[in-house]
C-alpha cells in the first residue's frame, strides 16, 4: 500500500515539474497572438463596403449612397442646352435648366431631401438604407437602399387643375455592388406613377430599369455613367443616357455629364426624354455639392 | 523519495513565479489626431475601439487599430480618409509593435503616475517606421491607465496630394488606454 503511495507521488511530481516547464516555456509573447488574432478577426468580423460611389447621385438619379448622419449637402445642377449651338452659343451654356436642393442624414441609414427646379417644380425624396455590402463574418454581395420620391408642379394648366393631378410619385429599389475599388455598378429597378394622366387610354404607372456605373480613373476622379431603360412606355419620348465624371476635392464633389435629357426629376428624365443620343441634343451639365457638419454623431467627441 | 519531492515543489514554485507576469488588455482604448492644416475645416478623428495589450514584467506592449473605426464629424470627410489616403480595403489596420523600454521603473501595485517610454514599430498602410513614444502609466486601484502623444508624420506613410498643406504633414495623435 505505502508502495503504490510512494508511485503515485512520484509519477505526481513528475507531472506537475512537466507542466511548470511547459509554463516557463509558454512565455508571453503579444506580437505573435497579435497577428493570430488578425487572422481570426478577419472571420470573426463583419467588414463594411464604403464609398461604393461618391456622392448620392449618379448622374441624374438616386445612387446607392447616403449622406452621412448630421450632414447637410448642398446641392446645385445645372443642365445646359445642346452642345450643337456652337461657338456662337457658347456650346449650349447661355441656357440652363437649373435645380437647388438641400439633402439630410437623419441618421446613418436614412436620408431625406428637397429642391426645386426651374418651371416651378418642387421635389422631395427620402432614401433608406436595407442591406450593406460587407465581408467577414456577415458576407454580402450587394447594398440596397430604397428610394420614394415625390414631385409637385406649380404651374396649373387646363387639364391639370388640381394639385393632386400635378403630383407623380417614384419608387426605386438601388442594388449595387462594389466589385473593387476601381469598379462599381447598381441596378434601380424604378415604378413612376402619375397621379392624373391626359387620356384615360394611359397608364398612371410606368416601369424602367436604371444602370449606373463607376471607373475609378484617379484617386480623386471618376467615369461615370447612367442609363434608365423604359419598360413600359409612354408614346413620343426615348430613355436616358448620361455620361460624365465625378471630381472631389475635399469637402465637395463636382459632377461633369453629358446627357440627352434636360431634366434632373425622376420623372421628367426617366419618363419625358424627348431627343436621340445625338449632337442636337446632347447637353453638359453639372452637379456641384457642398457638404456641412449640421449635427455631429455622438460617438465623436472631440 | 522526499528529494524527489522537493524539486518537484521547486520547480513548480519556479514555474508559477514565471507565470505571475500579468498581461494587461483593452479593446476600447481610445486614439484621436488632428491633422487639420490650412484647411478651413478641422480634420480630426477618433478612435474608440482601440485594442492594445502590454506585459508588466517584459514591458512587451501591443496596439492594433482598425482603420474603419476612426470617426470623422464628416462622414464625407471619413470615405476620402479610408479610400484615398489610407486604403483601408487593402490595410484595414495599423499596428505598433514595441516594448516599454522602462516598465521596470512602474510599480503595479502602488497607485501613482509613473513616466514611461516605448519603443517600437509603427505600422501605417503597410509601411513601418521605428519610433520612440513617451508617455505615462497611472495605477488607480491596480489598473493601469497609459497616456501618450505624438506626432505621426503622414509623408513617411501615405500619399495624398493635399498632404502638407491643406492637411498637415504631422498628425497631432493622443492615445489614452485604460487597461484592465
New interface residues.
Partial sequence: MKRVFKKHVFALAIILACTCKIAVAQDVDLFKSMDEQDKKDKQNQTDYTTAIFKTTRMINGQSIENVGAGVLDVKISHRFTPINAGAKGLWGLDGANMRMGVDYGINSKLMVGVGRTKGGLFDGFAKLKILRQSTGKVTMPVSVSLSGGVLLSTEKSNSFNNYTDRLNYSVQAIIARKFNDYISLQVVPTVIHYNSVATSSMSNDYYSVGLGGRIRLTKRVNLTSEYYYRITKQEGYVNCLSVGFDIETGGHVFQFHFSNSPDMNDRSFIEETTSKWNVDAVRFGFNIARVFVVNKPKEVKL | ?KK??L???F??L???S??S?K?YATKTGQI?FDATGT?A??I???N?QV?S???DK?G???F?VLI?GF??????????F???YM?S??F??A?F?GFITNVASVNFAKDGTYDVSAKGTLTIDGKGKEMTVPGTITIAGGKPTLKASLNIPLKEFIH?S?IGT?ISDNAKTVIVCKYD
Fill in positions: 523519495m524527489v519531492i524539486i518537484a515543489g520547480t513548480a519556479l514555474g508559477t514565471a507565470m507576469q498581461v484621436s484647411c475645416e478641422p480630426k478623428a477618433v474608440n485594442d495589450k502590454f506585459v517584459s512587451q506592449i501591443i492594433n474603419k470617426k470623422f464629424p464628416n462622414a464625407l470627410m471619413e470615405d476620402h479610408n479610400e484615398n486604403e480595403t487593402k484595414p489596420k499596428d509593435k495624398g493635399y491643406q
